[in-house]
């Protein structure tokens, strides 16, 4: 038998531009949503802006890295246009922005994109900014695993995840040495094996992210409980019931 909760995917990204306000206030809105999921990098001044990328080509009309604009720079850019005409004008949201309209209503589950090694300073200025926030409700994750542990020893109640894609052979030593409380995994390289030793020693699971039917034929084999991130959360209701 599953369990599940249902991670709406940079907010609700299938029906409106990732990672906005918009795509984030879809997601509170939506009941089927349990976890608001975000991204977050640091402007050239230090502020803590929601993004995925490392470059802003895609997901706006401006061009570069995030790292080498302040944050008013970015603000000149429109991140909503690319989806659709009717999102003109959505700005980049700061971290703070998130928090403020989420306000502990759903649990934000937080990627630090720092795998480039672009952001020595982007745990310090997490921590400073979550520290008078309900932190049950969140969940901070990366595939820096350095980092992930870097963050637990700064505050030992934060909750805190470790990402990983496709090396599963030293899943739980790496668990134990950042002392982390949930994994995200690629769904396609999840195992009933995984989900018993996650589940047995009290570790949440995220599987990420599943969009499409026949994906979740693959995870409907297991038995357990777990998050589903999807860009459309009604999609994850539909296959799951």
């Not at 004008?89 to 502990?104: A, N, T």
Request: aromatic share 10%.
């Amino acid at each position: 038998m599953i369990k599940y909760r249902t991670i709406g995917h940079r907010g609700k990204s299938g029906e409106a531009p990732e990672n906005t306000m918009a795509s984030f206030r879809a997601a509170l809105d939506d009941p089927a949503v349990d976890v608001i999921e975000c991204d977050i990098q640091l402007t050239r001044d230090g502020e803590v802006v929601i993004v995925h990328d490392y470059t802003v080509e895609r997901t706006s009309d401006g061009r570069g890295l995030v790292k080498d604009h302040t944050y008013r720079e970015l603000l000149q850019y429109d991140f909503g246009a690319w989806f659709s005409p009717g999102y003109r004008g959505e700005r980049i949201p700061l971290f703070s922005d998130l928090l403020k309209l989420v306000d502990g209503r759903k649990r934000i589950q937080v990627e630090i994109k720092d795998t480039a090694g672009f952001y020595p300073q982007i745990g310090g200025r997490l921590v400073d900014i979550i520290e008078d926030y309900p932190k049950h409700t969140l969940m901070i994750e990366s595939f820096n695993h350095g980092l992930v542990k870097s963050i637990k020893e700064k505050d030992p109640g934060i909750c805190t995840g470790i990402i990983v894609h496709d090396n599963m052979t030293l899943l739980m030593e790496e668990v134990r040495d950042t002392k982390s409380d949930f994994v995200s995994i690629f769904f396609g390289n999840v195992t009933q094996q995984i989900i018993d030793r996650l589940t047995g020693s009290n570790i949440e699971l995220t599987l990420w992210t599943l969009n499409h039917d026949w994906q979740f034929d693959y995870i409907k084999q297991f038995n357990g409980t777990f998050y589903i991130a999807s860009d459309y959360p009604s999609v994850v209701t539909r296959n799951m019931g």
